[in-house]
């Protein structure tokens, strides 16, 4: 019974595609998150959403769009795919916007 | 903005204690966390301080001085299967969790 979940677990596309990567959680909670992991391991927040609103949108090309239908999913659709768009990537889900975050499986997005 | 500093690599022997240390710098300061990631994986919740002073779990205990901006993360015992990257994250009021770089840690018989 997995808590956050995110599909697919991979993804292999060709530069110019659009895509997208779904999530979802069953653990009650109003706050979900995109995070990016890079080559380096550096864990980054992209986007955050609280009962289905935007909170949280750091520097991140509009070629990223999120959307949440209900406050248990938040999709992320990226436009134009880009070499260095190549990342996996972590959907989460808090309680509350500062408390212990649980991770899903990540996406290892690789684009050719 | 905010500024966290973690040890890029660390290496210990099976049965040993590591510590792992973190500073930051960061307004708005809400709790302090460590996850632990193994390659291939997502990142799973070890601790949260949020108050000074020292909370033990088990093998790992984490320590939190607001007034340094310091923490650290004490492994003891260690196992081959602790052999894994060690995340300090900052929790601030009304944001997400920021992560430092992560310190891989591997641990050798």
């Known amino acids: 019974d997995t808590a956050v979940s995110q599909t697919p677990k991979y993804l292999v596309t060709q530069m110019g595609n659009d895509k997208s990567i779904k999530c979802e959680q069953n653990?009650?909670?109003?706050?979900m998150y995109w995070y990016k992991q890079d080559s380096k391991k550096f864990l980054k927040i992209m986007f955050s959403?609280?009962?289905?609103?935007?909170?949280i949108n750091e520097t991140v090309p509009n070629r990223f769009s999120p959307k949440s239908p209900d406050k248990a999913h938040l999709n992320l659709h990226i436009n134009s795919l880009e070499l260095g768009d190549s990342a996996v990537y972590f959907c989460?889900?808090?309680?509350?916007?500062?408390?212990?975050?649980?991770f899903g499986q990540g996406t290892r997005l690789t684009v050719v | 903005g905010q500024n966290i500093d973690q040890p890029t690599e660390m290496t210990a022997t099976e049965g040993a204690i590591v510590q792992i240390n973190c500073t930051y710098q960061?307004?708005?300061?809400?709790?302090l966390f460590w996850y632990q990631q193994h390659a291939g994986e997502a990142p799973t919740f070890l601790s949260y301080?949020?108050?000074?002073g020292l909370e033990e779990k088990g093998r790992f205990s984490s320590f939190l001085s607001r007034s340094k901006g310091y923490s650290y993360l004490l492994l003891k015992e260690l196992q081959m299967k602790d052999s894994a990257s060690y995340l300090c994250?900052?929790?601030?009021?009304?944001?997400?969790?920021?992560f430092g770089k992560g310190t891989t840690l591997s641990v050798s018989s």
């Open positions: 989460a889900s808090s309680a509350a916007g500062n408390t212990e975050a649980f």
């Open positions: 653990l009650g909670h109003d706050t």
């Open positions: 959403y609280n009962n289905k609103e935007l909170i």
């Open positions: 960061t307004s708005g300061f809400n709790g």
């Open positions: 301080n949020v108050l000074d």
């Open positions: 994250a900052v929790g601030q009021a009304g944001t997400a969790l920021i």
